[in-house]
């Protein structure tokens, strides 16, 4: 990267987010309107001059113990909302037990920036985050604030950052995180900011740059997670731990290799200590959240060198489960301090489909998941044994896209914005239910929460559907 995050960020006048009374395939929907708009006028300079006051973090037990506090405070903490890409339990689980719902009527629609990223929910606010695509330094990223019940836009946040679209649309990639009450955000370029969540004004700024990692073919694009006191980035070979309420690093990597996979806490008997899991281009790393200093560590040839490991680790009944996105996926089991490979999924049968960024869903013993074919096959629905790695079956109907697991129902939206979900079974998925609801291209994950499913599109067309 050849220069600094750019220099001006402020927060706009709010506009009402656009209703729609039609799906894109002409289905007819309810529109809800709101309220809520408010005045914000501010221009903030983007610096990273927090990162200039950087401590030397020293161990200590109170600091284990804040870790361990909060790791096991999570769901807790986050009880009813969707506050982080992966969830409020940190494993794309859903919370829902019993899903019922037979159709959808959309209660409203708004438009944001282009962008790769998600929605998170708190509070019943809804964050994102988009680029307006204007050239050169006129392009600005915003971070929005919507209401989750009307769509109406509460404040934006904004700050020069370019679209960069490289073989994708652009814009921002890395998911917001809602935390206590603050919005951390990480650009594609590199910009860190922590914000008001009810307000947006900026509380700290920092830069990923600033500490000279190589620029990632694809931007910086994994989400912000929350250990105790610290907000943890996937940036250099090990990642980035800043204080969440300062942005004052506490530790970082030295070497510059940098992933796309966003870190997440492993469950506490794995090591009987808290524990931050970063799956990088070149290794599977197992850190203590507190210090950064290495627990654990997992190299194998088929899982080097990457330029797209994206797609964070999996956790099931004590095995991790790695997805590279040209070699398939490969369960690891923990003896002692080291992870041994059980089985790489078919020996590598997946080589020529593609997965980057795709969820999974673990249900009955089996893994489903959609894949992207590199050529005239390998596009749709896998379905592997959880113990074996071989696959149960192979369904070519389904477009690539991400999913969710709600009771015995698997909700997915394609790239081609189709949401559909269907029943589980064993080595089976039922689909009772198809509907286009986006046009654009959808590479983000849907959010469900309640009855309400979230969902948007690379465009920056974002929905919110009744289910029932």
């Known amino acids: 990267m050849s220069r600094a995050p750019a220099a001006a960020a402020r927060s706009t006048r709010n506009v009402a987010a656009k209703k729609r009374k039609t799906f894109p395939d002409g289905s007819k929907a309810l ?79 708004a438009k944001v920036g282009t962008g790769m990223c998600s929605v998170t929910i708190a509070d019943g606010m809804l964050y994102t985050m988009g680029n307006d695509g204007k050239k050169g330094d006129e392009a600005k990223d915003s971070v929005y604030c919507l209401d989750a019940e009307t769509g109406d836009e509460k404040w934006t946040f904004e700050y020069q950052c370019q679209l960069e679209p490289r073989l994708h649309p652009g814009g921002p990639s890395s998911t917001p995180t809602i935390h206590q009450g603050k919005v951390y955000t990480l650009s594609k370029f590199g910009h860190i900011f922590c914000l008001d969540a009810k307000t947006g004004e900026k509380i700290w700024e920092a830069s990923a740059v600033h500490h000279k990692p190589s620029k990632p073919w694809w931007g910086f694009a994994a989400s912000p997670t929350i250990f105790g006191n610290l907000v943890v980035y996937n940036i250099g070979n090990r990642g980035l731990a800043l204080n969440k309420n300062t942005g004052e690093v506490v530790w970082k990597s030295e070497k510059n290799v940098v992933g796309y996979a966003t870190p997440r806490p492993l469950p506490a008997g794995m090591f009987n200590r808290p524990t931050v899991a970063v799956f990088t281009n070149e290794d599977f790393l197992v850190l203590d959240p507190a210090t950064g200093e290495s627990v654990a560590t997992y190299t194998k040839a088929w899982a080097e060198k990457s330029n797209c490991n994206a797609i964070t680790p999996y956790v099931h009944k004590g095995h991790v489960y790695l997805v590279h996105s040209k070699h398939g996926m490969a369960r690891l089991s923990l003896a002692g301090d080291k992870f041994t490979q059980d089985w790489l999924s078919e020996d590598g049968k997946y080589a020529n489909e593609w997965q980057a960024f795709n969820t999974h869903v673990i249900y009955g013993g089996n893994i489903y998941f959609l894949t992207k074919g590199r050529g005239s096959s390998g596009t749709g629905l896998n379905c592997i044994d959880a113990e074996t790695g071989k696959r149960r079956f192979f369904d070519e109907n389904y477009d690539f896209g991400n999913s969710l697991l709600a009771g015995n129902k698997m909700i997915m939206l394609s790239e081609k914005g189709e949401l559909i979900w269907g029943e589980l079974g064993d080595a089976s998925f039922t689909e009772t239910y198809r509907q286009k609801i986006l046009n654009g291209l959808c590479w983000s994950n849907p959010v469900l929460l309640g009855d309400r499913l979230y969902a948007r599109d690379a465009q920056g067309a974002v929905v919110c559907l009744q289910l029932k």
Request: glycine letters at 10%; one cysteine or more; aromatic letters at 8%.
């Open 31 to 109: 529109s809800k309107k709101g309220t809520g708009r408010r005045t914000m006028n501010r221009s903030e300079s983007v610096t990273g001059g927090s990162l200039r006051c950087w401590s030397k973090f020293k161990r200590n037990v109170g600091v284990l113990a804040v870790c361990l506090a909060a790791l096991l405070s999570i769901a807790a903490d986050a009880a009813g909302d969707w506050p982080h890409y992966m969830g409020p339990n940190l494993d794309f689980s859903t919370g829902v037990d019993a899903f019922t719902a037979t159709s959808t009527t959309k209660l409203w629609d």
